[in-house]
């Protein structure tokens, strides 16, 4: 019990204190990202372009590499198609739901799924790495000795009437405790560090391994994983101040200022002294501050048809040229290259790149994205593979290894790919149904129509040149 209780502890510890950094980083890949600094008493226009400064390339730059992240097929050892592993994947709408991990590689540097045994086999889940705790050996950092999964569930009255969302009558935390064996349950009636854990049930999962597959992106040697977003929000942040400022110089000083000094706009009598407003008392009229309200000359409307003139001699008229704003922008296009060029986004994916790129030229550039792209995979397939492995234990089989083919979602020039095909056919006799899987956009079912229209149309051709010589079978 003492041993089930620290475990727990520690879980939940690990779990509230990594809070912090996970909604950071979730808030800045969603565009809740810091405000560019602004002094005290600033104006209201001012906390306007505030907010309007927040850009958010982060989600491009995470979503990306996971858009070219598709899971095309499971091989078994042989390297056979496996047709009970893919049922696996589709059972747990992995062809949708296999974003998500990619996502939270990117994002939090890394993923989790999960396996349950269930009346006729296993189900496989997609989890939340938020609510897990996965605590390494001592020895072994790569090796799990527990995890824990914490959440909270919200009570309502038990009424038949309709309540609003906010008539809650308590809150219940809940977690279980995982080993190789057993499922620890336990619940404590107040969310946070008030109140105890109390100890629900105790089941046997059945499995004979830990429930639970983490999938890290970039760990390193004691098996810590390194978000990709950690490195790119000073980034965003310095983007962000730059379009700030950039705004500022727009809406202030992006058009030439008229200037006047010296202009006094108080109304005088004939000796120089301040004339002041009168209320129908005949009484002066009494300000917010205590003063009297002094009577103020109308400032000249400026006009192209119009000539200004202000009385007394001190005024000066002159005009602030405007700011040259492409100093600005180009600053800010340098800040975007180089947060693409560390998350390793081509120019491509930048549209006023676009011009005049060929398919090597865009091959070129896509290498840095195609690099990123495999150690993600090659990070997910491991980690799927093991997840594959427990639903062989669920269902009763010996577990083995498989390989994951991922499809190629390279961007490729149409008429290099068709180009290829035909050096591979002429030359190389290279199988046809294979050389059309190549093309883009190809399925089996497409490849076998293909082929069956080929075959119809060689057959029409023959049927045609058979008539024309006069053998045909009517003769």
């Given at each position: 019990?003492?041993?089930?209780?620290?475990?727990?502890?520690v879980g939940t510890a690990a779990i509230a204190a990594a809070e912090k950094e996970w909604k950071r980083r979730e808030d800045n890949y969603r565009g809740n990202q810091a405000l560019p600094y602004a002094p005290e008493g600033v104006s209201v226009e001012y906390l306007e372009l505030r907010k309007q400064a927040i850009a958010n390339w982060l989600a491009p730059a995470m979503d990306v590499p996971v858009?070219?992240?598709?899971?095309?097929?499971?091989?078994?050892?042989?390297?056979?198609?496996?047709?009970?592993?893919?049922?696996?994947?589709?059972?747990?709408?992995?062809?949708?739901?296999?974003?998500?991990?990619?996502?939270?590689?990117?994002?939090?540097?890394?993923?989790?799924?999960?396996?349950?045994?269930?009346?006729?086999?296993?189900?496989?889940?997609?989890?939340?790495?938020?609510?897990?705790?996965?605590?390494?050996?001592?020895?072994?950092?790569?090796?799990?000795?527990?995890?824990?999964?914490?959440?909270?569930?919200?009570?309502?009255?038990?009424?038949?009437?309709?309540?609003?969302?906010?008539?809650?009558?308590?809150?219940?935390?809940?977690?279980?405790?995982?080993?190789?064996?057993?499922?620890?349950?336990?619940?404590?009636?107040?969310?946070?560090?008030?109140?105890?854990?109390?100890?629900?049930?105790?089941?046997?999962?059945?499995?004979?391994?830990?429930?639970?597959?983490?999938?890290?992106?970039?760990?390193?040697?004691?098996?810590?994983?390194?978000?990709?977003?950690?490195?790119?929000?000073?980034?965003?942040?310095?983007?962000?101040?730059?379009?700030?400022?950039?705004?500022?110089?727009?809406?202030?000083?992006?058009?030439?200022?008229?200037?006047?000094?010296?202009?006094?706009?108080?109304?005088?009598?004939?000796?120089?002294?301040?004339?002041?407003?009168?209320?129908?008392?005949?009484?002066?009229?009494?300000?917010?501050?205590?003063?009297?309200?002094?009577?103020?000359?109308?400032?000249?409307?400026?006009?192209?048809?119009?000539?200004?003139?202000?009385?007394?001699?001190?005024?000066?008229?002159?005009?602030?040229?405007?700011?040259?704003?492409?100093?600005?922008?180009?600053?800010?296009?340098?800040?975007?290259?180089?947060?693409?060029?560390?998350?390793?986004?081509?120019?491509?994916?930048?549209?006023?790149?676009?011009?005049?790129?060929?398919?090597?030229?865009?091959?070129?550039?896509?290498?840095?994205?195609?690099?990123?792209?495999?150690?993600?995979?090659?990070?997910?397939?491991?980690?799927?593979?093991?997840?594959?492995?427990?639903?062989?234990?669920?269902?009763?089989?010996?577990?083995?290894?498989?390989?994951?083919?991922?499809?190629?979602?390279?961007?490729?020039?149409?008429?290099?790919?068709?180009?290829?095909?035909?050096?591979?056919?002429?030359?190389?006799?290279?199988?046809?149904?294979?050389?059309?899987?190549?093309?883009?956009?190809?399925?089996?079912?497409?490849?076998?129509?293909?082929?069956?229209?080929?075959?119809?149309?060689?057959?029409?051709?023959?049927?045609?040149?058979?008539?024309?010589?006069?053998?045909?079978?009517?003769?």
């Amino acid at each position: 019990m003492q041993d089930e209780l620290e475990r727990l502890h520690v879980g939940t510890a690990a779990i509230a204190a990594a809070e912090k950094e996970w909604k950071r980083r979730e808030d800045n890949y969603r565009g809740n990202q810091a405000l560019p600094y602004a002094p005290e008493g600033v104006s209201v226009e001012y906390l306007e372009l505030r907010k309007q400064a927040i850009a958010n390339w982060l989600a491009p730059a995470m979503d990306v590499p996971v858009q070219r992240m598709e899971m095309e097929s499971v091989t078994d050892e042989q390297g056979k198609v496996d047709t009970d592993a893919w049922q696996y994947m589709t059972a747990a709408k992995m062809h949708t739901r296999q974003r998500i991990l990619y996502s939270s590689m990117m994002v939090h540097g890394r993923a989790a799924l999960s396996v349950s045994k269930v009346p006729g086999g296993g189900r496989m889940f997609v989890e939340n790495v938020r609510r897990l705790h996965f605590e390494p050996s001592p020895e072994d950092p790569f090796s799990t000795q527990y995890v824990v999964k914490r959440w909270t569930e919200k009570k309502r009255a038990a009424t038949g009437l309709w309540t609003p969302p906010g008539a809650d009558v308590g809150v219940r935390e809940y977690a279980v405790v995982y080993d190789d064996v057993s499922a620890v349950r336990w619940m404590k009636k107040s969310a946070g560090t008030l109140g105890e854990w109390t100890k629900v049930s105790e089941t046997m999962h059945g499995l004979g391994a830990l429930p639970f597959v983490q999938i890290g992106s970039r760990v390193d040697a004691d098996n810590v994983p390194h978000a990709a977003i950690d490195g790119l929000i000073d980034m965003q942040d310095a983007i962000n101040t730059i379009r700030f400022n950039t705004l500022l110089a727009m809406q202030f000083s992006a058009f030439r200022q008229r200037v006047a000094t010296g202009y006094d706009p108080l109304l005088r009598d004939a000796s120089g002294d301040v004339i002041y407003l009168k209320g129908p008392d005949g009484q002066p009229i009494i300000g917010p501050n205590g003063e009297p309200v002094p009577a103020l000359r109308k400032g000249g409307r400026v006009g192209v048809d119009r000539m200004l003139i202000f009385p007394g001699k001190d005024t000066k008229v002159f005009d602030l040229d405007e700011s040259n704003l492409d100093r600005y922008v180009n600053v800010y296009v340098r800040f975007l290259t180089d947060l693409f060029t560390k998350g390793q986004v081509p120019p491509q994916y930048a549209l006023d790149k676009m011009a005049n790129l060929s398919g090597d030229a865009m091959a070129g550039a896509d290498a840095t994205l195609q690099a990123l792209v495999g150690d993600l995979q090659g990070e997910a397939a491991g980690g799927l593979s093991e997840a594959m492995q427990l639903m062989d234990r669920a269902h009763g089989r010996t577990p083995v290894h498989r390989e994951i083919s991922w499809a190629d979602k390279a961007p490729k020039s149409f008429g290099q790919i068709v180009d290829g095909i035909v050096k591979l056919v002429q030359g190389a006799e290279f199988p046809k149904r294979d050389a059309w899987d190549i093309l883009p956009g190809a399925t089996p079912t497409k490849v076998d129509a293909w082929i069956e229209h080929a075959k119809e149309e060689a057959r029409e051709a023959m049927e045609l040149d058979l008539a024309a010589a006069g053998l045909g079978s009517g003769e």
